[in-house]
C-alpha cells in the first residue's frame, strides 16, 4: 500500500530556533500534500496545503511565515517551524493522496512529528 | 463549533462482541465521510468509507452505517479483536472541498478485552 514517510518522530528544540519536518511518499507521487496539527485531546486541524512547484495554501489564522512550506518534488514536501516557542508544541502530521487516484480515494497519513519546545 | 462530534472519548468492548463506534456531523453540505484507525506513534490509516449517496458500505468485519437525516454515521465492528483496539477518527469531507480538508472528530479510543 501507499506509504508516507514523515521525519523526524520526535524533536525537542530550545525556544526561538526553527525545526524543519519533513513528509516523504515512498512508492507513489503526491502533487499535494496536507499538514495538520493536533493539541493533545483535540482533533486533527488542516494547517496547510501545500502544492508541488508552487506556494502552499493556508487555512485560516495559520501564520505563513511562521510555517513555511516547500514543495520542491512529485515525493517531497517540507514543513519549517519558524522561531518556534513553546505554544507551537504540538503533533504535527502530513498526508498525501496518489495523483493517479481519484478524489474519493483516502488520504495516506505519515507517522506524524511530536515537536516540543522548551 | 465542532462540526464533526464523537461523544465517546472512549469504549470498552469484550472480545468477539460488536463494537460500534458513533459519530455525528452538523454540516449538511459533507458528501464524504471516511473512518481512520491510529495506533499509539503512528498515523491514522484508512479504515473504511461511504459516500453520502448511501446508507452503507461494508468491507469485511467492518460497515459504517450513514442516517443523513439525523446526521449520524456509526462504525460497526463485528466481531472485535484485541488488535482492533486503537483510536478511530471519523472525518467527513465538503461537498467540492479541497482534497485534504477532512474534517475530524476527536476520536475515539476502542479497547477490545481478551
Known amino acids: 500500500g501507499a506509504v508516507v514517510s514523515q521525519h523526524p518522530s520526535r524533536v525537542i528544540c530550545k525556544s526561538g530556533t526553527s525545526v524543519k519536518i519533513e513528509c516523504r511518499s515512498l512508492?507513489?507521487?503526491?502533487?499535494?500534500m496536507f499538514w495538520y496539527r493536533q493539541f493533545p485531546k483535540q482533533s486533527l486541524m488542516l494547517m496547510a496545503t501545500?502544492?508541488?512547484?508552487?506556494?502552499?495554501?493556508?487555512e485560516q489564522g495559520v501564520e505563513k511565515d511562521k510555517f513555511l512550506i516547500n514543495h520542491a518534488s512529485l515525493t517531497l514536501s517540507t514543513l519549517t517551524v519558524t522561531s518556534a516557542h513553546p505554544e507551537d508544541s504540538s503533533f504535527y502530521i502530513c498526508?498525501?493522496?496518489?495523483?493517479?487516484?481519484?478524489?474519493?480515494?483516502?488520504?495516506?497519513f505519515g507517522n506524524g512529528t511530536r515537536l516540543t519546545v522548551t | 463549533d465542532q462540526q464533526v462530534k464523537q461523544n465517546s472519548p472512549s469504549l470498552s468492548v469484550q472480545e468477539g462482541r460488536i463494537s460500534i463506534l458513533n459519530c455525528d456531523y452538523t454540516?449538511?453540505?459533507?458528501?464524504?465521510f471516511l473512518w481512520y484507525k491510529k495506533y499509539p506513534a503512528e498515523g491514522p490509516t484508512f479504515l473504511i468509507s461511504?459516500?453520502?449517496?448511501?446508507d452503507k458500505n461494508e468491507d469485511g468485519r467492518f460497515t459504517v452505517f450513514l442516517n443523513k437525516s439525523a446526521k449520524h454515521l456509526s462504525l460497526h465492528i463485528v466481531p472485535s479483536q484485541p488488535g482492533d483496539s486503537a483510536v478511530y477518527f471519523c472525518a467527513a469531507r465538503h461537498y467540492g472541498g479541497s482534497q485534504g480538508n477532512l474534517i475530524f472528530g476527536k476520536g475515539t479510543k476502542l479497547s477490545v478485552k481478551p
Open positions: 501545500s502544492n508541488e512547484g508552487s506556494k502552499a495554501t493556508y
Open positions: 498526508s498525501a493522496r496518489d495523483v493517479v487516484s481519484g478524489y474519493n480515494s483516502p488520504l495516506h
Open positions: 454540516n449538511s453540505m459533507f458528501d464524504y
Open positions: 461511504i459516500s453520502s449517496i448511501k
Open positions: 512508492d507513489f507521487q503526491a502533487t499535494t
